[in-house]
Each structure stands twice: as C-alpha cells, then as structure tokens.
C-alpha cells in the first residue's frame, strides 16, 4: 500500500487544481447546501472535501489511516479528524446522512469489507458516494507494472502518478467487488459512472483511452 505519510504535503498540493474536473464530477451527486447534515468522509486524506462539505454547511468528520494526513486536515479546523482503517469505521451504526470517499477505496484489501462498513455506519435512506480508481486502470497498469496478466487474481499493482513523481503499490480489484450481491442487498443503486479526465497516471499505452476512475451512489435502504 502506498504510505501518504511519505508524501502527504506533495500530494494535496499536486492534485488541488489536476482533480477539479473528477471532483466536480463528484460534487454532481450531492445536494449544494447540506446544512446540518452530518457527512463522513472515508480516506479523507488532507481535508479537501471537508472544506467543501464544511462551506456548505455539513457537520463534517473524516478518517484517514494517515497520520500526516489526519493532521493536516485537524489544522484546517473544519471538522473531527481521527486516524483509522476504512475497514473498521469507529462510529455508531446509522450515524451519518451522508458517507463518503474521494479515490481513496482501491486502497483498501476488502472492499465489500469496507463498502458494507460504510453502509453501516449510514443512517437508513443516507447515501453513499464513492469515487474510486477504475479496475481496468489496475488491469493496464498491472500488465505494464508489474507483468501481471490476470484481471481477476488479487495482486499488487504499482502506480506512477503525477509524472512519476509518486509511486503507490495498491491492492488490484474488479468491478464486481464494488457491486457485490452483499453490497447490493443492503442498498439501492442510484448511479454508476465512469471517466477518463482523472489525470494523475502515468500514460500507458499512447492514445489508449480507457476509464480511469468510477462513481457509485448508493442509497441505504
Ligand atoms: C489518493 S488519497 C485521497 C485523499 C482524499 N480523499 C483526497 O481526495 O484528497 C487516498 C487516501 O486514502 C488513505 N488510505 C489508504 N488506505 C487506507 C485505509 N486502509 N483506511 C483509511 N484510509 C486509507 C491514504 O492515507 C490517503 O490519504
């Protein structure tokens, strides 16, 4: 896995204006004011969308399993920031209105793990928004990356982003971990989105266009 640790300051300032388009993309799927509504976000990283969920009103509360990361975020005073794995949420069950995460999933070694305890901690009817890297991305990379020739065998796959200058070794996954019938039985599917426009990879293959990242909203049922 990659250690944000080693480059939490480089990121957040690399990624600010490259991300917009994916992060508009993103914002898309969540009501403009969201005063009051309590929102978690999920590999909060520095905080960048708990300033925009902050400004529009939210009780915001995020987790990272970065401690640079978290304490970068605890200094933009916006919200409760606590360090801590995806993969076991420290929070009440039906907690949140919202639950969110901005690429932060393809970290995780258990996805239906970390996505149902997201659900968990929704309150009935809240939503779940994830963006998340696109499989495929992990099935190009990986073949580059790491001769790896398998889409379906778990494995690590390495990451060159931002022109090189970051390297991430990250679980590789499939689409149908996301939409597990596990998954799938505690929620609705209200949307399922892919894209091109996340530009922090390495180009792979010259003129290949492929999905780099994916969008799922959920609702809890
Ligand atoms: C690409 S960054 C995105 C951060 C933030 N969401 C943003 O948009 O700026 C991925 C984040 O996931 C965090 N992360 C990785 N594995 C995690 C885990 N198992 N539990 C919680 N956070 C994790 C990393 O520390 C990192 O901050």
Redesign the pocket.
């Known amino acids: 896995?990659?250690?944000?640790?080693d480059f939490?300051a480089e990121?957040?300032e690399k990624?600010k204006l490259l991300?917009q388009k994916s992060?508009n993309h993103y914002y898309s799927h969540l009501p403009l004011i969201l005063n009051n509504k309590k929102i978690l976000?999920?590999?909060?990283?520095?905080?960048?969308?708990a300033v925009y969920y902050s400004k529009r009103g939210a009780k915001v509360y995020g987790?990272?399993?970065?401690e640079?990361?978290i304490e970068m975020a605890q200094n933009l005073g916006v919200g409760h920031f606590v360090v801590?794995?995806?993969?076991k949420l420290p929070y009440d069950s039906d907690s949140f209105d919202y639950v969110t995460?901005?690429?932060?999933?393809?970290?995780?070694?258990n996805i239906e793990q970390?996505i149902s305890e997201m659900i968990r901690v929704t309150k009935s009817r809240g939503t779940i928004l994830i963006?998340t890297k696109h499989p495929f991305r992990n099935l190009i990379e990986g073949w580059k990356n790491n001769n790896k020739m398998d889409y379906y065998s778990p494995g690590n796959v390495t990451s060159h982003i931002l022109n090189k200058t970051i390297t991430?070794n990250?679980p590789s996954h499939t689409v149908m971990e996301y939409l597990s019938s596990t998954i799938l039985s505690k929620v609705r599917l209200m949307s399922f989105e892919e894209h091109s426009d996340f530009p922090?990879s390495e180009e792979i293959v010259s003129g290949l266009v492929y999905p780099t990242y994916l969008i799922l909203k959920f609702h809890k049922l």
């Open positions: 896995m990659g250690n944000y640790n939490a990121y957040a990624t991300e992060r976000d999920v590999g909060c990283g520095s905080g960048q969308d987790i990272d399993i970065s640079k990361e801590g794995t995806m993969n995460s901005f690429y932060a999933l393809q970290a995780s070694n970390t963006q991430l990250e922090a």
